[in-house]
């Protein structure tokens, strides 16, 4: 991949498995001209259940490797190496490196009314508190109830490896048992801090009364890299489409371009493989 300009130069995007692609193809609508490469740690996946530490190295070791490649700019598009790697990587790579928290964070501040908004994720991305503290961050007095939730982490993984799709009764059932400590709840915001989540957007949404809006950090991330690039006066200015590379740990070939194409909603052909076991 050679790339001559900063402009022409790719975003890179990462994420434990696929889920990520959610943030992909909101940034493939927000910018579609802007080439993207995609990193999706399948054969590593998951994040949530693994202590900081290690999810640290693996963050450091895509980032490392997208940062080879030119990237302009890197997304980490996983809430778990978020909160485990962010920091790691800032100081790692010279070109900016964003996450999905500190977005969706600000994304559900300015949607609260009564101010207390709910953080769905991984155990890992709720152990850490990094959901409380960026949403503390920008206002000090909005309350946060936090919910472990890995049950839907694995429905999605069922999902989408096994193909096996659950009655759509006995899924919602499922949501339904794994967000009931927050159903009821007097939150008026839901924050989906999970990749992914959003491919439960429905399921989610109708566990909670109208008045509850959920917060899909995708879409805000996106903004976000337009408002950097814009600043770095780095958007691409070319009028046609960007290119697009997805790249996994995943080993199943089939597998990878299904499921790839299953979420950014075109056939996908091509993932490439690219694993890194040997490295530190
Ligand atoms: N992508 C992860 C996240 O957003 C969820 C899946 C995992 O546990 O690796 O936290």
């Excluded at 080439?35 to 399948?42: C, E, L, M, T």
């Amino acid at each position: 991949m050679s790339y001559i300009t900063k402009e022409e130069a790719p975003i890179g995007v990462f994420d434990s498995g696929f889920g990520g692609l959610t943030v992909a193809k909101a940034l493939r609508e927000e910018l579609p001209h802007e080439n993207i490469i995609f990193f999706g740690d399948s054969g590593r996946c998951p994040y949530g259940p693994r202590e900081p530490e290690e999810v640290k190295k693996f963050s450091l070791q895509i980032c490392r490797w997208l940062a080879s490649l030119n990237c302009k700019l890197i997304v980490i598009a996983c809430n778990t190496a978020t909160a485990a790697g962010l920091a790691a990587c800032q100081l790692e790579v010279d070109v900016p490196v964003i996450g999905v928290i500190m977005p969706g964070a600000r994304a559900a501040v300015e949607a609260t009314r009564s101010r207390k908004v709910g953080v769905i994720a991984t155990i890992g991305t709720i152990a850490s508190g990094a959901y409380l503290k960026a949403i503390r961050s920008l206002d000090c007095g909005v309350q946060v109830l936090s919910l472990p939730t890995p049950g839907l982490v694995q429905l999605v993984e069922d999902e989408l490896i096994q193909e096996y799709i659950e009655a759509l009764d006995v899924r919602q059932a499922r949501v339904m048992d794994e967000l009931a400590p927050m159903i009821g709840g007097d939150i008026d915001t839901l924050v989906l801090g999970c990749t992914h989540y959003p491919l439960l957007y429905t399921e989610i949404k109708s566990c909670f009364t109208d008045d509850v809006e959920l917060v899909n950090s995708s879409e805000e991330t996106a903004r976000e890299v337009r408002e950097i690039l814009t600043r770095r006066h780095e958007l691409y200015q070319e009028d046609l489409p960007g290119k697009l590379t997805f790249v996994t740990s995943g080993v199943d070939t089939e597998l990878r371009n299904r499921i790839a194409s299953r979420i950014m909603g075109f056939e996908i052909k091509d993932v490439q493989f690219k694993s890194f076991d040997e490295e530190e």
